[in-house]
């Protein structure tokens, strides 16, 4: 047989490119409307893509299509950079797209607080409940943080400044906030979303500091006062118009009360085992106890104490997101950080015992954001 040496060649060369193209490309497709085809990509394009439907499909506010848009715009850019073979830039580019979308997913506005509560300092107390059956998870005393709002206050755009109509309205809270010196009251910051989310969780922050500051300069006690900045992330107007980005653009004087209802309970030994005393919840991946929760458990402290026999279980449990190993190692370290701030405040770490469930006993749906919420948080339990 006579073998064209040339046209072998040809061919030689032409398997050489297109294998040199297809191993760039890893047999990549169209992505996030990137006008690039080809056969496939990895598969973590596929998973940003399903992870950026579910969020679409829970989607009931501005911020969480905000962060929708974010996503997509990111996966954008990481289709971009993958089709010029960028492979490991383009897959950090989709991990912050998938955070975003994750983000998305999880925010639920709160609902508007009643106005009637503005005119009445004294926080919600709830009703003393009927009866205490042992080993139901919301039995016993607990019950949800009130939130109640005394004041709000708006500011300009980008601006923390208070200007003197506000500081009008601070001022009729101060006697207010004097007389119930035994209440904390959470101080929290807001911003409307124009801007990056970084940018606005510090100016939230600035914002309620300056309230802070010009309560303390009329003598309410610092230790009254927490501070709390929640971003864009808590609108309770829509962020569609003007007017609603500009009502957004506010700080909150709030009472956080007391998770301990009134009612004649003056030690623990009355209770049955597996009686919730406490729940606090969780930010997601986070270890840090917020401030409204740090106020409630002062408040449970003093009748633990009062109590010395009384053992306790911190049990710790979480979502469903993650390995069954993750969610065991972060419900041991929530448990461990409610645990080590009840030692710090002065009740024997002997009487506390911590147990792990992670979730193994979700007391909400994990179908849902609002159900992951409840789910992430370590109870206050009498276990003997």
Not at 172 to 187: A, G, M, N, Y
Not at 280 to 289: A, C, V
Request: charged content about 20%; aromatic content about 8%.
């Amino acid at each position: 047989m006579r073998i064209n040496f040339f046209s072998a060649g040809l061919i030689y060369l032409a398997i050489i490119c297109l294998v040199l193209i297809i191993g760039c490309k890893s047999f990549q497709t169209s992505y996030f409307g990137v006008e690039d085809e080809a056969i496939t990509a990895p598969k973590e394009f596929n998973q940003t893509r399903l992870t950026i439907e579910s969020a679409k499909e829970s989607a009931n506010s501005l911020y969480a299509e905000k962060k929708i848009n974010e996503a997509m715009a990111l996966g954008e850019q990481a289709a971009v950079a993958y089709w010029k073979c960028f492979d490991q830039p383009a897959k950090n580019v989709l991990a912050l797209a998938q955070q975003s979308a994750y983000r998305a997913e999880l925010f639920h506005p709160q609902p508007p607080p009643p106005t009637a509560a503005r005119a009445n300092a004294t926080p919600w107390t709830p009703e003393a409940p009927e009866s205490m059956e042992p080993d139901a998870v919301f039995a016993g005393v607990m019950a949800l943080p009130p939130r109640m709002i005394l004041e709000t206050v708006y500011f300009g755009f980008d601006s923390d400044k208070l200007h003197p109509y506000e500081k009008t309205l601070l001022n009729t809270q101060v006697p207010v906030l004097k007389k119930h010196s035994d209440f904390v009251f959470e101080i929290a910051g807001h911003t409307d979303f124009a801007g990056p989310d970084s940018y606005n969780q510090i100016l939230s922050q600035k914002r309620a500091r300056s309230i802070i500051k010009h309560l303390s300069a009329n003598g309410v006690s610092d230790s009254q006062l927490y501070l709390i900045g929640y971003g864009e992330a808590d609108p309770f107007y829509s962020n569609d118009t003007i007017e609603g980005q500009a009502k957004n653009r506010r700080s909150e004087i709030r009472v956080t009360g007391s998770l301990l209802p009134e009612i004649a309970l003056k030690n623990l030994n009355t209770l049955p085992a597996g009686t919730t005393l406490e729940v606090i919840h969780f930010n997601h991946g986070e270890l840090k106890i917020l401030p409204v929760y740090q106020a409630l458990l002062n408040k449970a402290v003093p009748l633990i104490k009062s109590s010395p026999k009384v053992k306790l279980e911190i049990a710790g449990h979480s979502d469903n997101i993650g390995s069954k190993k993750k969610n065991l190692a972060l419900s041991l370290k929530r448990a461990n950080t409610v645990k080590d701030y009840l030692i710090t405040k002065g009740v024997s770490k002997n009487r506390l015992t911590t147990t792990v469930y992670a979730s193994d006993q979700p007391v909400s749906s994990n179908l849902t954001s609002i159900g992951k919420n409840l789910n992430r948080r370590v109870e206050i339990k009498v276990f003997e």
